[in-house]
């Protein structure tokens, strides 16, 4: 996606904010800015001066569909309300709101499956089901990856954990 498609639907999903009385900030740079370096994070709202950026992955930015972009875009809109830098009551009230009207999706967290986005991050760790044989990545650590022993796979097999980390 080029960056005028870009700011044009950032210019869209602040409209149909304001559509429906979402009171998005009036100071949101139009500019959409692609990050390079973000891999885990689809989108971000920085805040300086009283004033927005909305930054995307440039893995969404080149790979995304109109769809995705929108969503992302959408979520990242709700942060610039009033008491919204978090993910809380308001912000998830708005995102409801979003939702409703237009038939978006957005939630707390997206992920790579859910925007229709190849995985890239490196897989660390694989959990493996000693009794089926299924195979959970994971790209960093977690209590899963820690203590498998205190989770069961969907089949009831105990799990254990094949560290994957390249040298
Ligand atoms: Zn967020
Ligand atoms: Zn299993």
Redo the contacts with the bound molecule.
Sequence with gaps: MTHRELDKLLALVIAQAKAIKIPVSDRICPQVRVNRRARTRFGC?IRRDGAYTIELSDLLAREGSEDAVLQVLA??VL?TCYGCSN?GARWKGYAQRMNAAYGFHIS?TDNHQALGLPDDRPVRYWVVCTRCGHKIPRMKRSPLVDHPERYRCKCGGALRVENNIER
């Design positions: 709202c979520h990242e942060h993910h707390r």
